[in-house]
C-alpha cells in the first residue's frame, strides 16, 4: 500500500469512525430522553445497527491491514457463509448432497484462488460455465428426479449470487487502473461505504417522511421517499469521496448513482426469496441486521457491474 493509499484510508475510516461515535451518541440520548430506559423498537433497532456496524468496520479494517490476502480471505468466509444461509433456506434432498459438498469445498474456492492469481480469463467464467454446468451433471448422477430443475436451479442461483457475484469485490484488487497503483483497497472502500450508506440513509428518510411504499408484497419497510432520499443522499456522498477514487466528481457520482440503483434492485430480489421461503431474514448472524445475505443484499447486485464498469473503462 501506498503512502497516499493508506493516508486515503485512514481517512475514510477516520470518517466512518466519526460517523459511528455521533451515532452512537445519538442512539444513546434517545435511549435516554425518548425511551427513558425501556424497550423500544426503532431506538432498539437503530442502537442494534450501530453496534453491529461497529464490528463489521473493525472486521474490514483488520483485513485491509492484512492487505490483498486479508480481503481475500474475509470475503472468502462472507461468501461460504453466505451460501451457508442460502442453502439452509433452499429445498433439497439427498440427490443434492454431491453438487451441495462441490459447491462449496470446491467451486468457492477455486474462484477465490482464481481472484487471488489474477486469472480473470477463468474467474470470470468459472461459475457461470463450467460451475452451471458440472452442478446438474451431478445431481442428475444422484437419481432423484423429484422438483429436480427447481433442485438444481436453486443450487445454482446460491452460488451465483453468494459466491460469483460476491467475489467481485476482492477482485477489484487485481485493476490494474492507470496511475491509481498501489490503491485498489479504496476502490472496495468506495463501493462499501456508499451501498451501506444508501441502505442506512434509505431507512432514515423513510423513518423521517416514508409514506407510499414501493413493494409492499416485498419489503414493507422501503418507500418512495426513503428511496428517493437515501439514493440521492448516498450519490453526493460517493461524488463527495471521488477524492479516494479514479474517478472525477461527476463521475463518482454517476458511479454511485449505478450502485445505488443496482443496490436497491438486488435487495427486492433477494427480499422475494425469502418471502417465497416465508421468512423475515436470511439468519441470525448479525445482531441487528440479521444474517449475512441481509447485510450484503445489495453489494451482491452492485460490485459486478462496478467490477466490471471499471475494467471496461479505466483499465487499458
Request: one cysteine or more.
Amino acid at each position: 500500500m501506498t503512502v497516499a493509499s493508506l493516508q486515503a484510508t485512514w481517512m475514510l475510516f477516520g470518517g466512518v469512525a466519526a460517523v459511528l461515535i455521533l451515532a452512537s451518541a445519538v442512539g444513546a440520548l434517545l435511549k435516554w430522553r425518548v425511551a427513558q430506559g425501556r424497550p423500544h423498537s426503532v431506538i432498539d433497532n437503530l442502537n442494534a445497527r450501530v453496534n453491529a456496524w461497529w464490528v463489521m468496520v473493525a472486521v474490514i479494517g483488520l483485513a485491509f491491514a492484512l492487505g490483498k490476502g486479508g480481503v481475500i480471505v474475509l470475503f472468502y468466509l462472507i461468501s461460504f457463509y453466505a451460501l451457508r444461509e442460502f442453502m439452509s433456506l433452499a429445498y433439497t434432498r439427498r440427490g443434492d448432497h454431491l453438487a451441495i459438498a462441490v459447491a462449496f469445498f470446491v467451486a468457492l474456492p477455486v474462484q477465490y484462488f482464481l481472484i487471488w492469481i489474477e486469472w480473470y480469463g477463468l474467474y470470470a467464467i468459472f461459475i457461470p460455465v463450467y460451475a452451471f454446468l458440472v452442478l446438474p451433471i451431478l445431481a442428475a448422477v444422484g437419481g432423484d428426479t423429484k422438483r429436480f430443475l427447481e433442485r438444481t436451479s436453486k443450487v445454482q442461483w446460491g452460488l451465483m449470487v453468494c459466491v460469483f457475484c460476491i467475489s467481485h469485490v476482492p477482485a477489484l484488487l487485481t485493476l490494474q487502473i492507470p496511475g491509481f497503483e498501489g490503491r485498489n483497497l479504496l476502490l472496495i472502500a468506495f463501493l462499501v461505504i456508499v451501498v451501506q450508506g444508501s441502505d442506512v440513509l434509505q431507512y432514515v428518510w423513510g423513518k423521517l417522511f416514508g409514506r407510499r411504499k414501493v413493494a409492499p408484497e416485498l419489503s414493507p419497510s422501503k418507500t418512495w421517499e426513503g428511496l428517493v432520499g437515501g439514493i440521492a443522499s448516498a450519490t453526493a456522498l460517493g461524488a463527495a469521496l471521488y477524492w479516494a477514487t479514479p474517478f472525477e466528481p461527476w463521475q463518482a457520482a454517476l458511479m454511485a448513482l449505478t450502485l445505488c440503483v443496482m443496490g436497491f434492485f438486488g435487495g427486492l430480489v433477494m427480499s422475494a426469496i425469502k418471502r417465497d421461503r416465508g421468512v423475515k431474514d436470511w439468519g441470525t448472524l448479525i445482531e441487528g441486521h440479521g444474517g449475512m445475505l441481509d447485510r450484503l443484499d445489495s453489494v451482491i447486485f452492485a460490485a459486478p457491474i462496478y467490477f466490471h464498469a471499471l475494467r471496461f473503462w479505466w483499465t487499458p
